[in-house]
């Protein structure tokens, strides 16, 4: 169905204008819960704020948009989950280094 704007109302067009703006809402919420569906309350996670260094936390809540990540320090941020990865907990990182040995070939 194709749609002739120049024909439309002014009325018509903020209609549509509206109607353009909830969808696309409603799209970009789908994605934001798509992507929060790849994580689960407890886990690691890290973010990057704009011009600060990497935070890292543990994912507490999913509001509607964004998570609630409690770091390390106990700050409470709301973030996007676009904007998050997985990290690996202080306790895994350094088991990890203990246990990877290096092979030398023969």
């Known amino acids: 169905m194709k749609i002739n ?3 439309l109302t002014e009325a018509e067009l903020v209609d549509l204008n509206h109607r353009i ?5 409603f799209l970009n919420q789908m994605r934001a819960h798509s992507r929060m569906l790849e994580f689960k309350i407890g886990d690691r996670v890290s973010f990057r704020p704009d011009g ?5 936390g543990m994912l507490t809540r999913y509001n509607k948009k964004t ?7 106990g700050q ?3 973030v996007s989950p676009s904007l998050l990865f997985k990290a690996e907990s202080p306790e895994k990182a350094e088991s990890s ?4 040995l290096p092979l030398k070939k023969k």
Do not use: F, G, Q, S
């Open 5 to 7: 704007i120049d024909e």
């Open 21 to 25: 703006v909830e969808r696309l809402r």
């Open 52 to 56: 600060r260094p990497p935070v890292t």
């Open 67 to 73: 998570v609630t990540v409690i770091t390390d320090d």
């Open 76 to 78: 409470h941020w709301n």
């Open 97 to 100: 280094k203990a246990t990877v």
